[in-house]
């Protein structure tokens, strides 16, 4: 019955909240994190707006459950699993659209480029989105990809050989035309 | 045969992500579909990456950590406040049975009959006793009943 508190008097602190992270690690983790969280969620979604809220959300859940005893890696893939189970959950709800153009002011002013890879993002889906950003922009191997997502290697070996194809046969035709 | 896999392709991902290729590489992607495919693949996700511009959109910092405050907050009462759940249900259910009760005694037996017999200076003390414990948890339950609606009126705007 740990968990209900005296009614009157002070509520004596549960062992997650002794340990728990104050305002300056959280600042220094944010800072450490927030940007690649962010333009993960801006880059599989599209939307900064959407990629705002579930930024928000992730450091919320984070903070609430606060799990004990990990390494700054493992943290890193922790935030990301959270945002993505996020993603899955909006997606599931049916809240976003797959691909949204990201507004002018959220792009660089090279036209070719920002055209070229707009088409080949829309056209790929949610889960290979996230499978291809955190293996070629996060650099992460099989085994990471699977803790930041919860799936299993295996499966992430297979979802990103296909994702890889469709990602290449998208800018292939076009690139060799040029 | 379809290859999945290249032993070389986290090393073509890696120099595309510091820089560029170097000339042995480069002739490996020339000849390796896996890793033709991951280079193209990277570099459409590397440049919408470097297309971003995530710095200025940031959430702030404090923003952030006084939202989970709040959320912390918010589940440290609700936590605390499960006991007063419990035994508001629990008040509810003994009015609930009690008031059964006392209704299919008094239709099964003549209530005048039962009002003469009825000796109330024998049994006063425990009347008064019984009568004090049911007033007590209908006063209860009651005022639980008016603070849950009260509080749930606030929430919203909260």
């Given at each position: 019955m740990d968990e209900i508190f005296p009614i009157a008097g002070p509520v004596p602190l549960t062992d997650k909240e002794a340990t728990a992270m104050d305002e300056h690690e959280f600042r220094s983790l944010y800072d450490a994190t927030a940007r690649s969280i962010f333009a993960y969620l801006v880059g599989v979604t599209g939307r900064r707006d959407v990629a705002d809220d579930v930024l928000q959300e992730t450091y919320c859940r984070f903070l609430v459950r606060?799990?004990?005893?990990?390494?700054d890696e493992e943290t890193r893939r922790y935030l990301f699993r959270i945002a993505t189970n996020l993603l899955r959950d909006r997606w599931r709800r049916r809240d976003d659209e797959p691909w949204q153009d990201v507004p002018?002011?959220?792009?660089?002013?090279d036209m070719d480029a920002q055209i070229d890879v707009r088409s080949a993002m829309s056209a790929l889906k949610p889960r290979e989105r996230e499978l291809l950003w955190l293996a070629?922009?996060?650099?992460?191997?099989h085994a990471e990809i699977a803790a930041a997502t919860g799936l299993r290697a295996i499966s992430v070996r297979m979802l990103l050989f296909r994702a890889r194809r469709k990602a290449a046969g998208l800018l292939l035709p076009k690139r060799e035309t040029v | 045969m379809n290859r999945t896999w290249c032993e070389r392709e986290s090393d073509v991902v890696q120099c595309l992500r510091t820089g560029s290729l170097s000339h042995e590489l480069h002739d490996h992607v020339l000849s390796c579909v896996v890793c033709a495919e991951a280079r193209s693949a990277a570099q459409v996700m590397l440049q919408t990456a470097s297309l971003l511009r995530v710095e200025d959109d940031l959430p702030a910092v404090s923003v952030v950590w006084s939202l989970a405050q709040a959320r912390k907050r918010q589940i440290a009462l609700k936590r605390a406040t499960r006991p007063l759940i419990f035994m508001r249900a629990l008040s509810v259910v003994y009015v609930v049975f009690s008031a059964a009760w006392f209704l299919q005694y008094f239709w099964r037996s003549n209530f005048m009959e039962l009002l003469a017999d009825w000796n109330v200076f024998e049994d006063e003390a425990t009347c008064i006793a019984a009568a004090i414990a049911v007033l007590s948890i209908v006063i209860g339950a009651a005022y639980l009943l008016h603070d849950s609606r009260r509080s749930a009126e606030r929430a919203p705007s909260t």
């Open positions: 606060q799990p004990p005893s990990m390494n002018e002011d959220g792009f660089s002013i070629y922009v996060e650099g992460m191997g | -």
